[in-house]
């Protein structure tokens, strides 16, 4: 079972980009999130981005950094991440490298 919840707020174009430290720290606003398929992570994504939280630490073990962040998904075997940004776009994502694997547009 997988569970996910998403809030949807609009930003300006002035607040469409985070400076690092924002992004590092995960200030900003919360507006997303989604277990992991295994329960090991949550995925949560925000006005700084999107993170992947270890569960049982609280630890952060990856930023997906850019755009603020809408929307997040697992891929069902839990090795991709999907995102929804300010940007309009939505990007897949490698979970174990943080590498972009394909950008949707349009």
């Known amino acids: 079972m997988t569970f996910s919840f998403c809030l949807f707020t609009s930003l300006s ?28 992570y949550i995925l ?23 755009y603020p962040v809408f929307s997040v998904v697992f891929s069902p075997d ?6 929804g940004s300010g940007d309009a776009t939505a990007k897949l994502w490698n979970a174990a490298d943080g590498t972009v694997i394909r950008t949707f547009s349009g």
């Open 78 to 83: 839990g090795t991709k991440v999907l995102t």
């Open 13 to 40: 174009p002035a607040q469409t980009t985070v400076n690092l430290a924002e992004q590092y720290y995960g200030l900003g606003t919360l507006e997303c999130a989604a277990y992991s398929p295994d329960g090991n």
């Open 44 to 66: 949560t994504g925000g006005s700084a981005g999107a993170f992947l939280w270890d569960v049982e630490t609280g630890e952060v073990v990856r930023m997906f950094l850019g």
